[in-house]
């Protein structure tokens, strides 16, 4: 130990100032390049496709986010600029011949939600600018690590086949992965027991009420011996009575025939109480409340529920991607631009009067009405709001609109 911190010691003394990444030969030696675990992701796609919960959460997240609408603006000195024709936005509405803008997001967040990552392969024109996105399936994307550049490139496979793919022709989105250094964190790891619980559950009662099974486990004592002819027939007949989800009425003929129930009930099992557990569960994972989906939610825990939605759950997933956009796709063009979504978030109608009163002394009328408002400037807007007195034939100035976020079409 002594030993060691004399050549830590040593190590340390010697530098001065910020070093490059040093870290990265250890990181691509212990991330040696094996391959993605394609199985696991493709459980986590079918996992979609089986679980009603997880098809209702990953679907109102991805379709939600996929209606607002991505903005590309210019910084600027003081606030950014939108810039409506710049080719990002262009290309983001129509990414390739076969895929719409909605259909992009829609992908790209569902696999997020899904796998923990999504991939845009970027199609250039002749100058080497992005001329389509096409999104790549994660359980057909690796990554190859780097010692130097942290990532090499990417690997796509399919059929066999695999089409080595350069690092700047690929947008990897990913979520944050405690114990990865290369892959995202599905949220279906969090809620493996819980989806694999209902789904026992829902299993058990198809096959509970499945042709073979329509009564309970049970036993039939017949405690008198009879013929193998009496016993078919007994047979036959419990089968055709019970054997479906009819509930038909049993007619057995014989003499002391006697039913032992040994099966447990819906009633003894909780049986609907446990399902809406882990649907509240699976829910609550995913960040989708349950007010949003509960027959007895009321207006008002409904409309919790879906401000509760936009500002933690949507938002945050849309900061991710503009940002991931921004730094990998935006430096294709020229010029110093982002891209943001449309701020969806709900506004305080009240707080937001008292912050346009707080500007009065500072800003101008034209300045209140484009920031505020949207609305374009006036030839009589250009003294500070406090000071400006427009005569009978002046527009007053615009009022606070109704609190009803139009971001409540969303969900």
Excluded at 119 to 141: K, N, S, T
Excluded at 322 to 338: E, M, N, R, T, V
Excluded at 381 to 399: M, S
């Amino acid at each position: 130990m002594h030993t060691m911190f004399n050549w830590l010691s040593e190590q340390l003394s010697k530098r001065r100032g910020l070093r490059p990444p040093v870290h990265l030969p250890a990181l691509a030696a212990h991330n040696t390049f094996a391959g993605a675990d394609f199985a696991q992701t493709a459980a986590q796609a079918r996992v979609y496709q089986q679980s009603p919960w997880v098809y209702i959460a990953v679907n109102r997240i991805a379709e939600a986010a996929a209606l607002v609408p991505l903005r590309v603006y210019r910084r600027g000195v003081d606030d950014p600029q939108p810039a409506p024709t710049h080719p990002l936005e262009r290309l983001l509405a129509a990414p390739n011949p076969h895929l719409s803008g909605f259909e992009l997001i829609e992908q790209t967040v569902g696999h997020l939600e899904l796998t923990g990552d999504a991939f845009w392969f970027l199609a250039g024109d002749a100058a080497g600018q992005p001329a389509e996105i096409w999104p790549l399936r994660p359980d057909r994307v690796s990554v190859v690590p780097d010692p130097e550049a942290y990532v090499r490139g990417y690997l796509y496979e399919v059929d066999g086949r695999r089409v080595p793919l350069l690092p700047a022709e690929v947008v990897h989105f990913r979520r944050w992965h405690p114990t990865d250094d290369y892959y995202g964190l599905s949220a279906l790891e969090a809620a493996r027991l819980a989806v694999s619980s209902d789904r026992a559950m829902a299993e058990w009662n198809r096959s509970t009420f499945g042709r073979d099974n329509g009564v309970p486990a049970g036993i039939v004592t017949i405690k008198d011996m009879i013929s193998d002819a009496d016993l078919q027939r007994i047979q036959r007949e419990w089968r055709e009575s019970y054997g479906g989800p009819q509930r038909r009425t049993a007619f057995l003929r014989g003499e002391n025939i006697q039913w032992q129930h040994i099966g447990l009930s819906h009633h003894e099992l909780d049986f609907l109480k446990g399902r809406l557990a882990h649907r509240d569960e699976i829910l609550s994972i995913f960040g989708v409340p349950v007010g949003l989906l509960s027959e007895n939610a009321t207006e008002a825990n409904a409309t919790v529920a879906e401000r509760q939605f936009i500002e933690r759950t949507l938002w945050p997933k849309l900061v991710r991607i503009a940002q991931k956009i921004s730094a990998d796709l935006l430096p294709f063009w020229s010029g110093d631009h982002f891209a943001a979504f449309e701020d969806i978030r709900p506004t305080d109608s009240q707080a937001r009067l008292e912050e346009i009163r707080a500007a009065y002394p500072v800003l101008s009328v034209n300045e209140i009405r484009a920031r505020y408002f949207g609305l374009g400037a006036v030839t009589w807007g250009e003294r500070p709001a406090g000071q400006a007195q427009p005569d009978a034939t002046t527009p007053p100035l615009p009022t606070a609109p109704e609190a009803h976020p139009p971001e409540t079409a969303l969900i």
